[in-house]
């Protein structure tokens, strides 16, 4: 038994055994320049157990490829091969990337394989029992991003009913911090319950994998809509009854679920993590931050603190322990929120360090019924919406389709005042639309709605005889226009939703990285070209957990850039994809000299990195130069895992690459909202 302590005492050494894992992340991770590894290397496998887990592989993957190539298994059955890959991948790349942590898990993997293998025999036959399952069930799914099959988990109740065209709750469940979290641990977690925080009665909690380790941001807060569609084909699900909850890291991703999109929840249960990044690495890591200007314009993709009037379109129940560092981060929700008149609430649970405090979690569950009885509000008569990028552009009946700058706040408050009035104030837009779907619009048929915007009266065209209402406004020099369709722009080009750039945005959609196919002029140039690719593909896998799609440029077809964002590395004479579209850019690339608006480099010892629409297909993408923008050193810390890189960057190669750079960044900057160079590049 340990001896009596003080209570301050007590109370330390209660939040040091609770960190666990996250008390790692002090001091020595704030060097650059000794940066440890994540994921750390793996345990040595008995070459025992390395032979069995090959023959398990090879065993299943010849099952695999007989399924593909046997005519009798059915459409519909071949679309639930991921949920049979997935545990060929989860052992192929914990065994061939040295990922095995623990000794049981070498356990599992053998049991995964034979796992495998049933599910694949029942697939040859055309069943698919697994689907039919309650309690814990892991399943996969092929993402669209890079082709990678995905792990996710469900925790399916005993009363669940597969024939009642009833629809379930949901709880999604973020899960914490793991630097050991292979998809091989993640399946075992699934397979046992282990991991499992909440058990809300009769509801299915759907755990995402979220790419591993980084909050569910970036590819991974495409992991939660992916495993959610993946699971809508099996399973009857409430989409007025989804709550998005989390733990620790896990409270991270649900502080950026719940503000991005918080129309789509019933409510958000955040608990612990982190809600922003520097305060929070400042006072929890005691790191000192030195953010480029367009780094900490950055942080606002992913700090809820700026994004926290949003938090009026849903319900929200954050939760902290009393003694625990990481209630900084609802500590700081709350600040925000005052700030925006808004009342947050903030359970505590008494004397608790880092976890959940049994009794205020019971008091959570009893909140999240009485909030599931009601539902989500579809049409809720007032929308605040705040938003600093076109990716997230919507929230209920409001749509933001331009900005006056990215990364500046852009604010929509509106209300239905009357059955034919709406008022509307806007700040940092300059065009939004309405849009009410049949049957949801509750103005009066019979009148013209009148709409006060920013103190300008306008007449908007009619709700149509289904309820149905859409309206778009545009500011033109200067005055607001009402239309029943969108009003156009001069400008061939424009940032819109899903194609507004940072780089980092094009490693969220399909993708395809493009090698250079020709030696380039500049042979400093060449070399690091062919190393920083090899580090973006390989980093890919251990961060996000997929193989990145590689081809050689001169194999690019018009299927790749209809389908795909295009990540080409090299120079205009090195690529010839780079040289195909280098004056449909907007910089001129020689072999002597890059410029980028009034600034001109020399290319012997120069590239250039930037984000832009594709010229032959602008629904897509052109990546010059750049994986994933966040290196090394910052996979020590999930709040460090914010965008380095704005739409465009010049690299001086003479400064080698680093844990936190690919280079000497030079120069750097975002493109304007045509997707032009801006004259200051830094306003």
């Not at 065993?59 to 046997?70: G, N």
């Not at 380790?213 to 992916?226: H, M, Q, V």
Request: proline content about 6%; some cysteine.
């Amino acid at each position: 038994m340990l001896p009596t302590l003080p209570k301050a005492c007590a109370a330390l050494l209660s939040i040091a055994l609770s960190f666990g894992v996250a008390l790692a992340d002090g001091p020595a991770d704030n060097q650059a320049d000794q940066v440890r590894p994540v994921p750390p290397p793996g345990i040595e496998v008995p070459p025992e157990k390395i032979e069995a887990l090959n023959q398990g592989l090879r065993a299943l993957d010849e099952t695999i490829q007989q399924i593909r190539a046997d005519k009798s298994v059915t459409p519909e059955s071949l679309a639930y091969l991921p949920d049979v890959e997935i545990c060929h991948k989860a052992v192929r790349d914990a065994l061939r990337h040295h990922e095995f942590f623990k000794p049981g898990e070498i356990d599992f993997a053998i049991l995964l394989l034979e796992l495998g293998r049933e599910r694949a025999e029942s697939l040859r036959k055309n069943q698919t029992p697994w689907t039919r399952q309650t309690g814990f069930v892991f399943r996969g799914y092929r993402s669209r991003i890079d082709g990678s099959v995905q792990p996710y988990g469900l925790e399916i109740p005993t009363t669940y009913d597969f024939e009642s065209p009833a629809a379930s709750r949901l709880d999604f469940w973020f899960h914490g911090r793991g630097e050991t979290l292979s998809e091989v641990a993640f399946l075992q977690q699934r397979h046992t319950g282990r991991g499992g925080k909440i058990k809300p009665d009769n509801a299915i909690v759907l755990h995402p994998y979220g790419r591993y380790s980084n909050a569910n941001k970036f590819a991974g807060e495409e992991d939660l809509f992916e495993a959610l569609g993946a699971a809508q084909q099996d399973y009857r699900i409430d989409e007025d009854r989804i709550f998005v909850r989390g733990f620790s890291m896990g409270g991270a991703a649900c502080w950026q679920f719940a503000v991005h999109y918080a129309d789509r929840w019933a409510g958000a249960q955040p608990g612990a993590g982190f809600s922003e990044t520097p305060d929070f690495l400042k006072t929890f890591q005691g790191e000192t931050l030195n953010p480029t200007w367009w780094e900490e314009k950055l942080w606002r993709w992913y700090d809820a603190t700026h994004w926290v009037i949003n938090l009026t379109n849903t319900s929200t129940i954050a939760y902290s322990g009393e003694i625990d560092r990481q209630k900084q981060a609802a500590d700081q929700m709350v600040t925000a929120a005052e700030k925006e008149g808004l009342e947050l609430l903030h359970l505590i649970g008494p004397d608790t360090a880092h976890k959940l405090h049994p009794e205020t979690l019971e008091e959570i569950e009893s909140r999240l019924t009485s909030i599931s009885n009601q539902g989500r509000r579809r049409v809720p008569p007032a929308v605040r919406f705040v938003t600093f990028t076109l990716r997230y552009n919507r929230m209920h009946w409001v749509q933001v389709d331009a900005l006056t700058e990215h990364w500046e706040e852009g604010r929509v408050e509106a209300f239905l005042q009357s059955n034919s009035k709406v008022a509307i104030e806007t700040k940092g837009i300059e065009a939004f639309s309405l849009h009410f779907e049949s049957g949801t619009c509750p103005l009066d048929l019979l009148k013209s709605p009148e709409v006060e915007l920013d103190g300008q009266l306008l007449e908007a065209p009619r709700v149509i005889s289904d309820r149905s209402w859409k309206v778009y406004f545009r500011k033109v020099e200067g005055a607001w226009k009402a239309s029943a369709s969108p009003i156009s722009t001069d400008h061939p080009l424009s940032k819109t939703h899903r194609l507004q750039g940072p780089i980092d945005d094009a490693f969220t959609d399909s993708f395809v990285m493009v090698s250079p196919d020709a030696e380039g002029a500049n042979p400093s140039v060449s070399q690091w070209t062919k190393t920083e690719q090899a580090h973006a593909i390989a980093h890919w896998r251990k961060q996000f957990r997929g193989d990145a799609r590689v081809k050689n440029a001169k194999d690019i077809s018009d299927e790749d850039i209809l389908q795909h964002h295009l990540v080409l590395w090299g120079t205009p004479d090195s690529n010839s994809m780079i040289g195909k579209l280098i004056s449909d850019l907007p910089v001129n690339w020689t072999n002597e000299k890059i410029t980028i608006g009034a600034q001109s480099f020399n290319a012997a010892h120069h590239t250039l990195a930037f984000i832009y629409p594709n010229p032959r297909n602008p629904e897509r993408y052109v990546v010059l130069n750049s994986g994933f923008t966040y290196r090394e050193y910052d996979y020590l810390n999930n709040a460090r895992q914010t965008s380095k890189l704005p739409d465009w960057a010049v690299i001086d190669l003479r400064e080698p690459p680093s844990s936190r750079y690919p280079g000497k960044i030079v120069a750097a900057g975002f493109f304007d909202e045509n997707w032009q160079i801006k004259k200051n590049p830094a306003k």
